[in-house]
T-cell receptor, first 113, second 114 residues
């Protein structure tokens, strides 16, 4: 089955700086790569996703890059703000209609004021 | 906008008891997924349904079963509960149309087994 590795497990950055979280996956058939933000005790919230026919996608301060050859994808957050503090999960799936997501272990992002 | 509804939000059970968790997907979403998240862990995929049929299966224990009904809501039935079943259980839904894959999570049911 799919295996997703995520680094770092904790990331502390100064407010206004950029944050980068990296993930690798094992199944070359995986086709869909979402990122979720989860605050303590709350639901995972989909913040951005990318499919294997796209190399990069951007939404305001958030961007995701995908290197399918290397089986590697990354989340970039620019101009970080205190409300960006949360746990971020990357995930992968075959991208079909009802395929379950395999998540990474998560990155605890701390924005220092 | 309407979101995924889960009930109950909190549930306390004794070991060896049974529990039923309910999920009502976003309107016009016909695919439902169940995930289990232990403290400090990532969500683990359990099972998914499309058009009332089981579609994908993950690490769901044999003690658990689930189904999707004609109105697309889903129920997760858990029997012979163990202490290790204490976790947040999330339901997610997605629309079948389009590229597929986008999953929107409900608020979760926090299950505590004593």
């Amino acid at each position: 089955g799919e295996n997703v590795e995520q680094h770092p497990s904790t990331l502390s950055v100064q407010e206004g700086d950029s944050a980068v979280i990296k993930c690798t996956y094992s199944d070359s058939a995986s086709n869909y790569f979402p990122w979720y933000k989860q605050e303590l005790g709350k639901r995972p919230q989909l913040i951005i996703d990318i499919r294997s026919n796209v190399g990069e996608k951007k939404d305001q301060r958030i961007a995701v890059t995908l290197n399918k050859t290397a089986k590697h994808f990354s989340l970039h957050i620019t101009e970080t703000q205190p409300e960006d503090s949360a746990v971020y999960f990357c995930a992968a799936s075959l991208g079909g209609g009802a395929d379950g997501l395999t998540f990474g272990k998560g990155t605890h992002l701390i924005i220092q004021p | 906008a309407a979101g995924v509804i889960q009930s109950p939000r909190h549930l306390i059970k004794e070991k060896r008891e049974t529990a039923t968790l309910k999920c009502y997907p976003i309107p016009r979403h016909d695919t439902v997924y169940w995930y289990q998240q232990g403290p400090g862990q990532d969500p683990q995929f359990l099972i998914s349904f499309y058009e009332k049929m089981q579609s994908d299966k993950g690490s769901i224990p044999d003690r658990f079963s689930a189904q999707q009904f004609s109105d697309y809501h889903s129920e997760l039935n858990m029997s012979s509960l163990e202490l290790g079943d204490s976790a947040l259980y999330f339901c997610a839904s997605s629309p079948r149309t389009g590229l597929g894959g986008e999953q929107f999570f409900g608020p979760g049911t926090r299950l505590t087994v004593l």
